[in-house]
C-alpha cells in the first residue's frame, strides 16, 4: 500500500477519534525511514495550514503503521526536506 500525494487516509487520535488527513507528500531520509507528511482535510483554506509529520511502515497486509517522530535529529532533517520540497513547489 504506497502512499501517493494527495491521498486521504484516516488516522485515529488518542482516544481513537478518527480524522480525515490528506496527505502532502511522502520521503524517505538518509536513516532510511519513510515518513509522510499530512494536513488535516476539514482545515479551512483561510487557516494557518497545520502540518502533521509520522515516520511510517508499510507492511504486507496493507496495513500502515505511523509512529511519532521522536528525536531533535530527526525533526531536524525531516524539516529540511520540507523547506525544501516547499522552495521547489512541491508542496
Same mark, same amino acid.
Given at each position: 500500500?504506497?502512499?501517493?500525494? &494527495?491521498?486521504?487516509?484516516?488516522?485515529?487520535?488518542?482516544?481513537?477519534?478518527?480524522? *480525515? +488527513?490528506? /496527505?502532502?507528500?511522502? +520521503? %524517505?531520509? &538518509?536513516?532510511?525511514?519513510?515518513?509522510?507528511? %499530512?494536513?488535516?482535510?476539514?482545515?479551512?483554506?483561510? &487557516?494557518?495550514?497545520? /502540518?502533521? /509529520? +509520522?515516520?511510517?511502515?508499510?507492511?504486507?497486509?496493507?496495513? *500502515?503503521?505511523? +509512529?511519532? /517522530? &521522536? %528525536?531533535?535529529?530527526?525533526?531536524?532533517?525531516?524539516?529540511?526536506?520540507?523547506?525544501?520540497?516547499?522552495?521547489?513547489?512541491?508542496?
Amino acid at each position: 500500500m504506497g502512499l501517493e500525494q &494527495e491521498e486521504q487516509i484516516i488516522i485515529p487520535d488518542e482516544e481513537g477519534v478518527e480524522h *480525515l +488527513f490528506q /496527505v502532502l507528500t511522502v +520521503f %524517505t531520509l &538518509e536513516n532510511e525511514q519513510s515518513y509522510v507528511a %499530512t494536513i488535516p482535510s476539514e482545515q479551512k483554506e483561510s &487557516e494557518e495550514v497545520e /502540518v502533521y /509529520v +509520522f515516520r511510517y511502515e508499510d507492511d504486507n497486509e496493507n496495513d *500502515l503503521k505511523l +509512529f511519532q /517522530v &521522536e %528525536t531533535d535529529e530527526e525533526w531536524d532533517m525531516i524539516e529540511e526536506i520540507l523547506y525544501t520540497l516547499e522552495d521547489e513547489g512541491q508542496i
